[in-house]
């Protein structure tokens, strides 16, 4: 009858230990996942940013009327940045 008992009492105990710890998981994937967010959104605002760089040297090169190779090469790699960022902050969020 004792070993019933204490059987009872370790389960019970061990059912306060379980949904402790299933906060301690609920915590953890709460802050993976605005860990995961924030990095995402930095990826997207790096896009946004040499986009808009890419636009003004596109820009600048139309009012000087100058068209070098250095600024198509600028813009080319301005494009693929752009995209490579977006790409990243976009399976970084997707996950």
Known sequence: MIDIR????????????????????????????TSRETLGKFFYDLAKLIFTAMVLVGAVSLIVEETKIQHWVLLSCGIFATYLFAYIGYNILKR
């Not at 204490?6 to 996942?33: H, P, T, Y």
């Open 6 to 33: 204490f059987l009872c009492i370790n389960d019970f105990n061990n059912m306060g230990n379980w949904s402790e710890r299933q906060e301690v998981k609920k915590e953890a994937k709460d802050k993976e996942k």
